[in-house]
């Protein structure tokens, strides 16, 4: 739910209500005490509103610190329940996003230091969402003076608790908050990397990886792809390794064909982590571009013999395929929405090869085909919600609640040309020079309806015409001898003159089948076949619509018409402020609308009611009219139909 609303701040409360672990029922009084039993429903809605206001960047400042401040207070209220603080963590990490407050970074760090895995590792993770960015603890940070040396004995605290704590979950949380400090900090950050590198312990030299990537993400550094190609041939560890080949990507993301040269060899490794990283490092680095070379690459490990790997090959091929038209590389796309729709359909496939096509065809279709995997804005600045994003859903390999974190790298792409009063004028167009085809929508799938089996036309044998014959002659023999009339023979030699036609031709005679040689050129002759209309060259998109990157290379604005931009050298992509040519003329424009719940179709909600099965022993008592019951009915929890979230390790 927090996926699907992201962004849908106005109403985020009301959508999550049913869910939501409950408050103080007065101003200031203490929320009910928290159980260490179910909380699956609370925490995920939790992590939820955290999504919907951590999503995008469109968010006021007012609802996210509200937001905020409603997730703290469960997340103080919550620490006998492991589930509750890892939602109230997440929520905060991402509510809180890039703020560096130094009070919700002590709330987090009273609850890392709980010992409890599934939550510490969460703090961990959140921590780093709260500082992303500010190098807090190298020499030189963007904190506040202020809070530079606490920051500074914070982070040298965390280090040394990551070697103390015998959890592997909050190790890896820990040195995942690291790596988001140090995003965009390049040489800045080469201390903490070098130590992080140089530790015993492998999950720290993993997360070192990522704070490489993240430090010198976009830069294209040689020296970051050295240490990176180096670490990914030589560490012991198969999680460091791939790590180091998916952290590539991110470097190298502003030029993306160097990725596919570079993983080419790793792709053929003996290592299936590598070949498996290798397959998500050209999927991210080559997203929404459908490039055949780098789909040709990834063609040969979705037949691996390792699911895992056939799992990288499946989401880096989607990733890939963002936004592509059916027509896009020979046609292939479509083969491949065929296997996955196969696979997923296959009970025979091994569950992650099945959780890779699951994932890859929500990937390939990312927000309606409307949205794309982007690193970098169109002005060439690197996306930290994006980046940061996509390296916390590479986290799902070890944790399945960070999928969700995908929804952070998701870019709508689009062209909506605004006047001065922030609406679009309906007669505003752009000119895309190119067929239709090449940028259209993929046809819908369509289920596959059961053909019903046609009658096939009766073929008359030469021996029964016989058979028919024979038992004719006998029939008018024993009426004859019974007094049959003369005119009942004459049927019978009728039936004998017919059975020597039959015999007299060599071939099987169809029933119907007289005169169809001279019905099919009649048919051809009305049929005449209709000449295929030429697909036009060029054609004009209608303001506002969806423009992919791709598409925005071969559109150019017409200054010829009404509404001109205020920049007509820039691309035809993203918002476009217009100038009107002619004020004084009637304007025919729409207005963007915030979407809202308040649907004018829908159905009122049924009254609350409780029910039980027939023959349940309180089956009885639920009969009581509702009126008569005093007490609220119980809302599911969750607490006994959902399953503890597994920590699997591929």
Same mark, same amino acid.
């Given at each position: 739910m927090g996926v699907i609303h992201a962004g849908h701040t106005t109403e985020a409360m009301t959508l999550l209500e049913p869910y939501l672990p409950p408050s103080s029922d007065?101003?200031?009084?203490e929320a009910p005490a928290v159980t260490s039993a179910g909380g699956y429903a609370e925490g995920g809605s939790l992590f939820a509103l955290g999504l919907i206001h951590g999503s995008r960047a469109g968010s006021s400042t007012a609802t996210r610190l509200e937001a905020s401040n409603f997730i703290r207070n469960h997340l103080r209220n919550s620490h006998a329940n492991e589930v509750i603080s890892h939602g109230a963590a997440l929520g905060v990490g991402l509510t809180a996003f890039g703020s560096g407050d130094l009070e919700i970074v002590n709330e987090l760090k009273e609850l890392l230091y709980t010992d409890s895995a599934v939550a510490g590792e969460a703090?961990?993770?959140?921590?780093?969402m709260v500082l992303v960015g500010s190098g807090a603890g190298n020499t030189k940070s963007s904190v506040p003076p202020g809070d530079a040396e606490e920051l500074l004995e914070i982070m040298a605290e965390l280090k040394n608790y990551a070697r103390e704590t015998q959890h592997e979950k909050i190790i890896r949380g820990i040195a995942m908050g690291i790596a988001l400090v140090n995003y965009g900090q390049e040489e800045n950050a080469d201390a903490v990397i070098e130590e992080m590198r140089a530790d015993r312990d492998p999950i720290l030299r993993y997360g070192a990886q990522y704070a490489l990537a993240l430090a010198y993400c976009g830069t294209g550094s040689n020296k970051a792809i050295r240490i990176l190609l180096h670490t990914a041939v030589s560490d012991v560890s198969d999680d460091v390794r791939m790590a180091a080949v998916i952290s590539l990507a991110f470097v190298l993301y502003k030029t993306p064909e160097r990725v596919p040269q570079l993983v080419k060899l790793l792709l053929e490794s003996?290592?299936?982590h590598v070949r498996y990283a290798s397959c998500m490092a050209v999927g991210i680095a080559m997203a929404g571009t459908?490039?055949?070379?780098?789909?040709?690459?990834?063609?040969?490990?979705?037949t691996d013999m390792?699911?895992?790997?056939?799992?990288?090959?499946?989401?880096?091929?989607?990733?890939?395929?963002?936004?592509?038209?059916?027509?896009?590389?020979?046609k292939k796309i479509k083969s491949f929405r065929e296997r996955l729709s196969s696979i997923i359909g296959d009970k025979h496939q091994s569950t992650l090869t099945k959780m890779g096509a699951i994932m890859s065809t929500g990937i390939i279709d990312a927000g309606g085909r409307n949205c794309s995997i982007a690193l970098g804005s169109r002005n060439g600045f690197t996306k930290m919600t994006s980046a940061v994003g996509l390296v916390l859903w590479l986290q799902h390999w070890h944790w399945f609640p960070m999928m969700h974190m995908l929804s952070l790298a998701l870019t709508p792409t689009y062209a909506i040309g605004l006047n001065k009063d922030f609406k679009y004028p309906k007669n505003f167009e752009i000119q895309c020079n190119s067929k239709p085809s090449a940028f259209a929508y993929p046809k819908r799938l369509e289920e596959k309806k059961e053909e019903k089996k046609k009658r096939v036309e009766t073929v008359t044998l030469s021996t029964t015409a016989k058979n028919k014959a024979r038992l004719a002659r006998k029939r008018a023999k024993e009426e004859k001898e019974g007094g049959v009339a003369a005119m009942d023979v004459e049927k019978v030699?009728?039936? #004998? +003159?017919? &059975?020597?036609?039959?015999e007299g031709g060599d071939?099987?005679?169809?029933?119907?089948?007289?005169?169809?040689d001279n019905a099919v050129p009649a048919k051809?002759? #009305? +049929?005449? &076949?209709?000449?295929?209309e030429p697909e036009p060259i060029l054609f004009r998109i209608q303001n506002p619509s969806r423009v992919t990157n791709a598409q925005s290379d071969v559109c150019a604005f017409d200054l010829d018409q009404r509404y001109r931009p205020i920049r007509p050298e820039a691309k035809p992509f993203g918002v476009i402020m217009l100038t009107d040519s002619t004020p004084g003329e009637e304007e025919d424009l729409g207005a963007v609308k915030a979407p809202s719940l308040d649907a004018e179709d829908e159905a009122e909600a049924p009254e609350p009611f409780e029910w039980t099965p027939p023959g349940h022993p309180d089956a009885d008592a639920s009969s009581t009219p509702a009126g008569d019951k005093s007490e609220k009915p119980n809302e599911a929890d969750g607490s006994n139909d959902a399953e503890a979230p597994n920590e699997t390790s591929s």
């Open positions: 007065s101003e200031g009084g703090a961990g993770m959140a921590l780093g003996f290592n299936p459908g490039d055949p070379e780098s789909v040709s690459l990834l063609e040969p490990m979705l390792t699911d895992f790997v056939r799992q990288g090959a499946l989401l880096g091929t989607a990733m890939i395929y963002m936004q592509q038209p059916d027509l896009c590389n020979s030699e009728d039936i #004998e +003159k017919s &059975k020597e036609d039959d071939s099987m005679e169809v029933d119907g089948a007289e005169g169809s051809s002759e #009305e +049929k005449k &076949k209709k000449k295929r």
